[in-house]
Nanobody
Framework: QVQLVESGGGSVQAGGSLRLACAAS????????MAWFRQAPGKEREVVAT????????YYADSVKGRFTISHDNAKNTLYLQMSSLKPEDTATYYC??????????????????WGQGTQVTVSS
């Protein structure tokens, strides 16, 4: 049984940093896609970043390029999102997701077959 458990959310002032972690268990594939999505109140869930665990290919939404870094520790099977220079508009619930059915990453939510429970990030001005 696949489980994704996020941690690391919290409250921070604008300009600060946070690191999110997503511990994955039960995934037996060596190459699959993992991603971070976020959903702000009253808005649709959107992709933040993706990473192919086999090729290390990454994708970032324009809104976070240069500020966020997605990484994956294969030994720990843990996905990270290092967030720097945080802005109030980054406030959202952040979700970890995995697509174990493809060898390449997509930004479409429908492609991801496993989701974490979400962790709240609040950035104050």
């Amino acid at each position: 049984q696949v489980q994704l458990v996020e941690s690391g959310g919290g409250s921070v002032q604008a300009g600060g940093s946070l690191r999110l972690a997503c511990a994955a268990s039960g995934i037996t594939y060596s190459r699959y896609c993992m991603a971070w999505f976020r959903q702000a109140p009253g808005k649709e869930r959107e992709v933040v970043a993706t990473r192919n665990t086999g090729t290390a290919t990454t994708y970032y939404a324009d809104s976070v390029k240069g500020r966020f870094t997605i990484s994956h520790d294969n030994a720990k099977n843990t996905l990270y999102l290092q967030m720097s220079s945080l802005k109030p508009e980054d406030t959202a619930t952040y979700y970890c997701a995995a697509d174990t059915r493809s060898w390449y990453c997509s930004t479409l939510q429908s492609r991801f077959n496993y989701w974490g429970q979400g962790t709240q990030v609040t950035v104050s001005s």
